[in-house]
C-alpha cells in the first residue's frame, strides 16, 4: 500500500513563506503524477502543483511566481515552496500521486495564512 506523509504545514503571516515536503512509501518514479492539491472550507479541493512524467510541471495559475515544486528522487520525497503567502492560500494542503487507475492521497497537512 502506497503512502504519502506530508509534512510543513502550520500558521504564518502574510508574505511569510513555508515549504511542504511529502515523502512516499516508495520510488516517486513510479508514479505517472505526483504533487499538491489543496481544499479550502467549504470550497473544492483544487491543483496547486504537480510533476506529471514525460511532460513535466503544472501549476495554478493563482500560485505561479510564488509556490516552487520540486522532488529530491533519493529521498522519494516532492516538496511544495511557497512564498508570498496570502490569506487565501489558507486550507488543507494535501500530497496526491497518480498510478495507473489509482489515486493516492496523504492525510493532508492544515496551512494557516493570518495576522
Known amino acids: 500500500q502506497v503512502q504519502l506523509v506530508e509534512s510543513g504545514g502550520g500558521l504564518v503571516q502574510p508574505g511569510g513563506s513555508l515549504r511542504l515536503s511529502c515523502a512516499a512509501s516508495?520510488?516517486?518514479?513510479?508514479?505517472?503524477?505526483v504533487g499538491w492539491y489543496r481544499q479550502a472550507p467549504e470550497k473544492q479541493r483544487e491543483l496547486v502543483a504537480v510533476?506529471?512524467?514525460?511532460?513535466?510541471?503544472n501549476s495554478a495559475d493563482s500560485v505561479k511566481g510564488r509556490f516552487t515544486i520540486s522532488r529530491d528522487n533519493a529521498k522519494n520525497t516532492v516538496y511544495l515552496q511557497m512564498n508570498s503567502l496570502k490569506p487565501e492560500d489558507t486550507a488543507v494542503y494535501y500530497c496526491h500521486a497518480k498510478r495507473g487507475k489509482y489515486d493516492y492521497w496523504g492525510q493532508g497537512t492544515q496551512v494557516t495564512v493570518s495576522s
Open positions: 510533476f506529471i512524467s514525460n511532460i513535466g510541471t
Open positions: 516508495e520510488s516517486i518514479f513510479n508514479f505517472y503524477a
